[in-house]
């Protein structure tokens, strides 16, 4: 997860429990490399010791490492 993004993203389709496609075509700017299609977007649990979580409204960009 980039924590550093202004919203989450992950390129692993499998890592999701739930995805729907985008209302509209997005795209993720990074630097030095061209946007990257927003495919798209859903939930991804996360598992901590003892804890589980969800992270909500991440985006899935296949082209971003």
Do not use: C, Y
Not at 35 to 55: A, F, K, N, T, Y
């Amino acid at each position: 997860v980039d924590s550093g993004a202004s919203n989450p993203m992950k390129n692993h389709k499998e890592w999701f429990s739930t995805m729907e496609k985008p209302e509209k075509r997005g795209f993720v700017e990074t630097s030095n490399e061209p946007p990257h299609r927003i495919e798209q977007i859903g939930d991804v649990r996360l598992s901590h010791v003892r804890q589980r979580e969800i992270m909500r409204n991440v985006l899935h960009v296949p082209a971003i490492t």
